[in-house]
Nanobody
Framework: VQLQASGGGLVQAGGSLRLSCAAS????????MGWFRQAPGKKRDFVAA????????YYTDSVKGRFTISRDNAKDTVYLQMNSLKPEDTAVYFC??????????????????WGQGTLVTVSS
């Protein structure tokens, strides 16, 4: 699976962005999909994941109620709608695909395919 993320940019605190991740490969619909982020000088952290059929969505605590992950298997694309952005959301966001159950991504980083990352900068 090859992943291409887009949609990052500069936004003021309180604003919104929508990230997209387009996948290539015939097995997209069988993979759990998700997003991680890495702030400067910090490790890559889990943000959100969605199950292969979109029925289950999972978030790290700091983004619950603000971010929404979704997928469109007909378009081989996963989205991350980010609202009420805060300066601490500033990071490079990476799209990921894995055969590991999405429910487990909160607990450990699974063996994944990674996209190239897209930078989100939130100004105060």
């Amino acid at each position: 699976v090859q992943l291409q993320a887009s949609g990052g940019g500069l936004v003021q605190a309180g604003g919104s962005l929508r990230l997209s991740c387009a996948a290539s490969g015939r097995t997209f619909s069988t993979y759990a999909m998700g997003w991680f982020r890495q702030a400067p000088g910090k490790k890559r952290d889990f943000v959100a994941a969605v199950s292969w059929n979109g029925a289950g969505t999972y978030y790290t605590d700091s983004v619950k109620g603000r971010f929404t992950i979704s997928r469109d298997n007909a378009k081989d694309t996963v989205y991350l709608q980010m609202n009420s952005l805060k300066p601490e959301d500033t990071a490079v966001y990476f799209c990921a695909a894995s055969s590991t159950d999405a429910r487990l991504w909160y607990y450990y980083t699974p063996n994944t395919y990674w996209g190239q990352g897209t930078l989100v900068t939130v100004s105060s």
